[in-house]
Structure formats: structure tokens, C-alpha cells
């Protein structure tokens, strides 16, 4: 991907944080949404295409009564970490009410393995889930980012031709991204102290285990 891509993903998030959170939050604290919103997003992505096969799985564990599910699951989700949830967040759209849509969510974040749950809790995301239902923002925050216009998974988007609409985002371009992203948190509203993103690298790290 190219610095070019990679800076127009950077700043396409910098306008959905600008849009959607700029009545709620000030500018030095839309990183506390963004970050893990696009962590979410990522994962989300990447597991989307085993996503039937993990529930089945996860079906089947339980009917067996089997307690230890987790090696099964990664098997199943052929990655590092799964969600059992029912949801992925193109499931979240289009809620009757914010009240469903907060508890959906909630729900979708209890699915992700153990690994991830140590991600959300670094990142202390959950304290932001009532703020952002209240203000009947967090619909508009998922809308944007599965919109079309944006790839943050790791195959490409195809056009109907074949050709490469949005190419696919590996996980040093993630990286470089996520990195470019805190830097725009930190220069744009001027705030001087340049924290590396543990949490980011963390979930990083989780994407480039073996399961």
C-alpha cells in the first residue's frame, strides 16, 4: 500500500472522529474512542470470513459440554483471537433504538477471546459506550467505519471487473497507519506529550501470532 493510501486512511478517520465526536468530545480525548473504535474495526475485519464457523463451532462445544473452548476456537476463526458473538459490526446497523443498539454492542464486545478483552480493558473503552450511546453517537461511528469508501481489512476490495477498488491493508501498513493516526492526535489539537500506543500494539501483536 502506498504512503499516499495510507494518509488518506489516516485522514478519512481524522474526519470521522472531527464529525462525530467534535459536539461530545474535545479534540485531545477523540483518541479514546478512535483508537479502540478502529482496533474493533480491524479485528472485526479480519475475522468476518470465519465468522459462520466459529459460531458453529462454538455450538457445538457447548452442546458437548466441553469447558476449555479457546484452542478450538482459534482453530475455528484461524487467527489469534474470535469473537462468539452473534454480531459483526455490519450487524450493528440500523438499530430500532440507541438502547438495542448499546446492548448489542455490549454484547459484541463480550464475544471477543480473552486476548482481546485485555486490549479493550488497556484501552478502557467500555467507560465510553454509555457516553456515546447518550449522545447517539455510537450508530454514526460504525456507519462510518464498514462504509464503503474505506478498507481496514487485510484483503483487498475488488470492483466488479476484478480490479482493486481499495487494496488490502497488512498489518505493518495497519501499523503505519496507527501510528501516523496518533501523531494527528497529538499535533492537531497541540497537545505536546507523543504516548506510544500500547494498546494499538498490542492488538498488533495479536494479529501476527499464529493461532
Known amino acids: 500500500m502506498s504512503t ?3 494518509n488518506w486512511i ?3 478517520i481524522w474526519g470521522i472522529a472531527d464529525d462525530a465526536l467534535r459536539d461530545l468530545y474535545v479534540r485531545g480525548k477523540y483518541r ?6 478502529t482496533v474493533l474495526r480491524r479485528l472485526d475485519a479480519v475475522l468476518e470470513p470465519t465468522k459462520q464457523a466459529v459460531l458453529t463451532m462454538k455450538t457445538n462445544l457447548d452442546k458437548a459440554g466441553v469447558a476449555n473452548q479457546d484452542a478450538a476456537l482459534r482453530q ?3 487467527q489469534a483471537f474470535y469473537n462468539t458473538s452473534r454480531f459483526t459490526l455490519r450487524d450493528l446497523r440500523n438499530r430500532s433504538s440507541q438502547a438495542q443498539l448499546k446492548a448489542d454492542f455490549e454484547a459484541y464486545l463480550d464475544g471477543f477471546s480473552p486476548n482481546v478483552q485485555e486490549i479493550l480493558k488497556s484501552f478502557e473503552f467500555r467507560n465510553q ?3 456515546l450511546s447518550k449522545a447517539d453517537v455510537l450508530g454514526t461511528l460504525i456507519e462510518k467505519l464498514i462504509d464503503s469508501s474505506i478498507n481496514l481489512g487485510p ?3 475488488l470492483n466488479g471487473d476484478g480490479s482493486v477498488k481499495h487494496p ?3 498489518n505493518h501498513a495497519m501499523g503505519t497507519m496507527f501510528e501516523e493516526l496518533v501523531r494527528c492526535f ?3 489539537p497541540r497537545i505536546s506529550t507523543l504516548s506510544a500506543p500500547e494498546e494499538v500494539e498490542a492488538a498488533g501483536r495479536l494479529l501476527s501470532c499464529p493461532r
Open 32 to 37: 479514546d474512542v478512535i483508537r479502540p473504535m
Open 155 to 157: 484483503k483487498p476490495v
Open 76 to 78: 475455528a476463526s484461524g
Open 168 to 170: 488490502g491493508l497488512d
Open 4 to 6: 499516499g493510501d495510507l
Open 10 to 12: 489516516t485522514n478519512f
Open 129 to 131: 459506550t454509555p457516553k
Open 186 to 188: 497529538n499535533e492537531r
